[in-house]
């Protein structure tokens, strides 16, 4: 990368890789050559913002139509470790992962909410690239599925639900498929809970949310020979009795 340009002299102009040496400036891209360090300037880079409009050259990103991807040049691919790299960066999340393993081109407003992006969707990959512990509050995902489970050890963690729209739910009750929390793993994933699975009905979901003690669930077994009341209407002929 150029990053000196000689200003005086007969090399006026020239940009090169450079490295200060008392008063001078040694020219790395040849053998021998260097130039007073009053007749250089730094080359100040261009730094990028990571908008669709403002990305570095021959990084773009490509729209389908599900979904839009960030693809960056093998130089910047290169710079990206193992344990993050993937082929192309969905814009939603991974777009991040390039920008922060190539934090020099872009600015640091832009680099901090990279860093911070990949701390709340990727920390388990943070935490074992750069060897930290993320603590509560650091990561909005390792929060969500480690810390929530940590602090509500011992009660129920709602994986499914279905309204009283549903056959054989009672009007008034929400059908949920729950499952008891144990000590979390350190995968940080809404599939990584393994304590005991069982449905049950809850009176005020509400004010529940996503975890219930023992004393707001009752536990209960949905006959399952229709999937909703309409359904059940249609095949018999008779309304909901419950």
Not at 146 to 153: A, E, I, Q
């Amino acid at each position: 990368m150029k990053n000196y340009m000689v200003t005086k002299g007969i090399f006026e102009g020239t940009e090169f890789n450079g490295t200060l040496s008392n008063d001078r400036i040694i020219n790395n891209d040849t053998t021998g050559q260097s130039y007073p360090a009053e007749n250089c300037t730094p080359i100040k880079k261009k730094q990028y913002t990571g908008r669709t409009n403002d990305l570095p050259r021959y990084w773009r990103f490509r729209e389908t139509p599900g979904h839009g991807y960030l693809h960056i040049p093998a130089e910047a691919q290169k710079n990206v470790p193992a344990i993050f790299r993937e082929s192309s960066y969905e814009e939603d999340c991974a777009y991040a992962i390039p920008i922060l393993f190539n934090a020099e081109l872009f600015t640091p407003e832009t680099v901090k909410e990279a860093e911070q992006t990949i701390k709340d969707w990727f920390p388990a990959q943070y935490e074992k690239h750069f060897n930290v512990e993320l603590k509560e509050g650091e990561s909005s995902l390792k929060d969500q599925y480690y810390y929530d489970r940590v602090n509500n050890l011992g009660n129920y963690e709602s994986f499914v639900g279905y309204g009283d729209w549903c056959y054989d739910v009672p009007e008034g009750y929400v059908y949920r498929g729950v499952k008891k929390v144990t000590m979390p793993n350190k995968e940080y994933k809404i599939s990584s809970q393994e304590g005991e699975e069982i449905y049950v009905l809850i009176k005020n979901e509400k004010d529940a949310g996503r975890y219930f003690t023992e004393d707001q669930i009752q536990r209960y077994n949905r006959d399952e020979k229709y999937y909703t009341w309409e359904a059940f209407t249609a095949a018999t002929g008779q309304q909901r009795y419950k």
